[in-house]
């Protein structure tokens, strides 16, 4: 008997081991994307749209001057792709960690408080479950993209105070609409918590409900807030990409992965019609960016789960 129960954390850590490997996978291939998109930024936001309307410089396949080709209007990917990660992996992040503050907040009072609160809360929640994401981004986006365009026209140029306000628009409707999930989890723990013995302890002494919530329970939630943030990351990313494809969220002349892959359509349309010049190139990069950059930060998510959630070791 001891010997089994001596081998059985033995194949927990063995079945584990594949995850965490992956995880690590997962980072690198995130940084080896993310580290040039943003390292690179004072030199792509120079060239992102150098237009040379020429027969040499237009739809050039990838070269070793171009190395991801040009497009129609003879602009390099390669610099538009790195300044589209930029914009889409900030996107990304900045809507994650909109939604962790808002989630948090929301489910650790709903679930701390209790009673007719938290089902007034938590209805809410459910209602919002219940309405399109899409419908709801393009509200939040024509509420605040007006008031964010003007106040950016004010410090910056029109043209950089348009793309900056549609891409601040953009992140605070994604965070906006992105936080159900984690409040739904972090109540859930929070109900659990409030019940422990080092709660009731802490009440006995006088602690009040600040210092309860932010010395006793939000330590105890740091846990399930990085997993689930790093869960919310590629949601996202993928939105603001799903988004800027229909013409939604950032447009050109800005680029995003969204954007760079919509425009690289009429490829597979120039395929779909029998056509020889088939610019591949261009649907290619900013999609295979775009899924390597998802599939790294989904495979960090499984690995964080593994070490910060205690109900993964059911795996």
């Not at 992956?22 to 992102?48: D, E, K, N």
């Not at 008031?147 to 628009?169: E, N, P």
């Amino acid at each position: 008997m001891a010997m089994v129960a001596d081998a059985l954390p033995v194949k927990a850590r063995g079945l584990r081991r594949p995850r965490l490997s992956a995880g690590l996978v997962g980072a690198v291939l995130l940084a080896a994307i993310a580290l040039p998109c943003f390292l690179t930024l004072p030199w792509s936001v120079q060239y992102y749209d150098l237009q040379r309307l020429t027969d040499e410089a237009q739809r050039q396949p990838p070269s070793f001057a171009e190395p991801m080709g040009t497009d129609t209007l003879g602009r390099p990917l390669l610099w538009r792709c790195l300044l589209g990660g930029a914009i889409s992996l900030g996107v990304g992040l900045s809507a994650a960690v909109l939604a962790m503050v808002i989630g948090t907040a929301w489910g650790a009072v709903a679930g701390y408080v209790g009673g007719r609160v938290d089902s007034a809360m938590m209805r809410l929640v459910d209602v919002l479950y219940g309405l399109p994401y899409i419908l709801l981004v393009v509200l939040v986006d024509m509420a605040l993209q007006p008031t964010l365009v003007a106040a950016a026209r004010l410090v910056f140029a029109a043209d950089i105070a348009t793309g900056l306000g549609r891409v601040v628009t953009l992140m605070l409707a994604i965070g906006a609409v992105s936080w159900l999930t984690m409040a739904r989890v972090i109540r859930g723990q929070v109900l659990s918590l409030r019940g422990q013995p080092f709660i009731e302890a802490a009440r006995a002494v006088g602690a009040g409900p600040m210092r309860l919530m932010g010395i006793h329970l939000l330590p105890n939630l740091i846990g399930p807030m990085i997993v689930y943030s790093t869960l919310t990351v590629p949601a996202a990313i993928l939105q603001e990409s799903f988004l800027s494809f229909l013409g939604i969220g950032i447009q050109d002349p800005l680029p995003s992965w969204g954007n760079l892959a919509s425009d690289g359509l009429r490829a597979l349309h120039a395929l779909a019609m029998g056509s020889s010049n088939v610019e591949w190139w261009v649907l290619l990069f900013p999609c295979l960016l775009l899924g390597l950059t998802l599939m790294g930060l989904n495979f960090v998510g499984d690995a964080l789960r593994e070490r910060f959630d205690p109900r993964s070791t059911r795996a």
